[in-house]
């Protein structure tokens, strides 16, 4: 998977000095750095997911948006999309496990929300196993020690 | 879309020229929130050279120890630019083509 | 004085947990081969353990975050991806190796086959993981593990000539009868057996488990500072007794009963008695730390619940991947395999696994977002470097030299 463009091919010179862009007013984050791939905590710091990716839509809902108009993030990515994020491919839209932007509360050293995780879709793999599985072991639902 | 077609994918001037790959998207966050916070705005991309690995954060300007390691992260994506979102064109399959007269930035991200 | 007595207890259970399969193997295989002369790997793989274990628990303690989550977000689903499957196989390996060793330990003591023991020792680390509580479960096993302690008192006992040991380890080259490949190879297991990934993994997760924040760092520094040094001059002790009874013989060790024999010979039944507990309290602290790690790294990284403070049904996929990889162990080992093989083979591909777990934690340790003012000071990272390079350089090395040597025969 190693790609890379050779410096000299590029059509302005390596070591240009490049200006400082436009601040803008909000926080700025970079998505790779500061949100994909963290984990994510619901309202009772109980871990749900980690952010597999995000979904962007312009503003006006178009789902392909260009430089032409904004395109903001609308959603966070789990399940499916972390195989093609490793593996290639893409999976189809009614795959993914979203988790609306709204309830997103803090972005930090986690991605903490605003609701509880055992009511979103993303952790149905969880309460399967506990219901059919962990749960019925004794001593499966009681403290330990 | 999402994201993950974003990150990786080629970068081509208006003649078909290869810039580099995007390796991160910059955010900001001002629009209106729909729920407690505001909601993020794709801002523009980072622009390197090379794809095959990341910053590991030492994009920042802040963060710069060991120094042994952020030099040589740094200098392996010397030639790096931001380009703001306006200035993309149109996005193909694993591509992403600028427009005319873009403009590079600085990728620096200041705490 | 409450705070004297939960120092002198962290440290005596860092003592006695620092030993497992893996250590106490690969010590006495190259005692009875190489004397001392390998000595010097412990001390580097020591310094080493000290040096990641202590970062990441400080990066666990004031950022909340434990080793996997950090090589997740870090370097990315696909690097990360495959340090998963990497680590999680070679700590299935340790988890086979511990539950082996359990058995093999018991066997000892009791003339009963070991692989009757195999599935009442799996099943007694599960019973520990679901009902005990992580403090208790860590004293235990950590104080019980002290008795290997008397592997120091038998080298005394045995009478050695001082000179001779001191000889080997302060001129270290392989002896005549071992080339330098077969001298090479074993130094990378003694560095895997000592800097295995999952004791990180472990470290900086159990940090979360006892809810560390940056004032118990000062004793997490003490009891890893004093606690892991004297766990690795246990290492050496067993190198030692190996190196006393058997490299003068040409006897290469191969099996748990001529791992303990030296100590027999020193201190008869007493002695004897005292190193099969700990050795059982040694592989048992073991096999439970590699059981929660395997089930601590899946969990992180893909964002699941985790954690002996939870219930069990609040972390049910944390439990389940944990009930599984002891399934694994139990199935592997009925197949006869010989538990010892397997440790020999688990060090090396620790070795191997090393470099992907050892870099984020040093580049997260060094991020202010994370770590506030309590990133690493500048020796910590001169230090860290010149092991990330040892590191890579174990690792590349390791596949090579086990293929050359026939996996050091």
Redesign the interface.
Known sequence: ???????S????P???Q????PR??????????H??????HDVDE?????V??????G?DGD??????Q?????AL??GP??G???FGG?PPATR?HRI????????G??VRL?VR?DALDVTW???W??DH???R?P??????? | MILGDLLDAHVRDDQGRRLGYVVDVRLVLDRPASGLLAVPRVHGLLVSPRTSSSFLGYERRDVRAPALLARWLRRRHRGTFLVLWPDVERLGDDEVVLRTGYRRWSPVLDA | MKRLFAVALGILTAIGGFLDIGDLVTNAVVGSRFGLSLAWVVVVGVVGICLFAQMSGRVAAVSGRATFEIIRERLGPRAAGANLAASFAVNLLTLTAEVGGIALALQLASSVEPRLWIPVAAFAVWLVIWRTKFSVMENVTGLVGLTLVVFAVAVFLLGPDWGELAQQALRPAAPASEGPAVYWYYAIALFGAAMTPYEVFFFSSGAREERWTRRDLAQSRANVLVGFPLGGILSVAIAACAAIVFLPRGVEVSSLSQIVLPVALAGGKLALALVIVGIVAATFGAALETALSSGYTLAQYLGWPWGKFRRPARAARFHLTMIVALLVAVAVLMTSVDPIAVTEFSVVFSAVALPLTYLPILVVANDPEYMGDAVNGRVTNALALVYLVVILAASLAAIPLMIATGAGS
Not at chain 1, 1 to 7: A, D, N, S
Not at chain 1, 46 to 50: A, C, D, K, L, Q
Not at chain 1, 63 to 68: L, Q, R, W
Request: charged share 30%; proline share 9%.
């Open positions: 998977m190693k790609r890379r463009v050779p410096l091919s590029r059509p302005f390596a070591d240009e490049l200006p400082a862009p803008p007013a909000g926080r700025v984050l970079d998505a790779r750095l949100l994909l791939d963290r984990q994510v109980t871990p749900v997911v980690v597999d990716d995000l979904e962007v839509r503003t789902e392909h948006p260009t430089g032409a904004e395109a903001v993030v609308t990515l789990s999309v972390l093609t994020r490793v893409r993914w609306a932007w709204s309830d997103v509360t803090e972005v050293v986690v605003g995780g793999t969880e309460r196993v506990r599985v962990v749960g072991i001593g499966g639902r009681h403290d330990p020690g």
